[in-house]
């Protein structure tokens, strides 16, 4: 089971980055997917989940109404737009997976079993 995360990059504040989370080994239609960052010093902080159940969306406070999570199960992919970035969002970013049939919120990165080896973001002028 490989989780690939990839689109991350270096975006002056205000801009946008799309970050893909594509999965092999596993079906990502019956898996719920989370989205993860981690800034230097600091705990991993969940950010965003997919249900695979209906695809119910959770976002937390920080990047609600900035970013977008989406699941493509053709391509067995989960994206995560994120637009107008703040220096803030400076992280490795992950995601990780676990099979899963609610579409309650997934926020801890303990439930998960399946992780993305990270992919840098950096928000600067």
């Known amino acids: 089971v490989q989780l690939q995360a990839s689109g991350g990059g270096v975006v002056q504040p205000g801009g946008s980055l799309r970050l893909s989370c594509a999965a092999s080994?596993?079906?990502?239609?019956?898996?719920?997917v989370g989205w993860f960052r981690q800034a230097p010093g600091k705990g991993r902080e969940g950010i965003s989940c997919i249900s695979s159940v209906d695809r119910t969306t959770h976002y937390a406070d920080s990047v609600k109404g900035r970013f977008t999570i989406s699941r493509d199960n053709a391509e067995n992919t989960v994206y995560l737009q994120m637009g107008m970035l703040k220096p803030e969002d400076t992280a490795v970013y992950y995601c990780a997976a676990v099979r899963y049939g609610s579409n309650r919120p997934l926020r801890s990165p303990a439930l998960y079993d399946y992780w993305g080896q990270g992919t840098q973001v950096t928000v600067s002028s």
């Open positions: 080994g596993i079906s990502l239609d019956d898996h719920a």
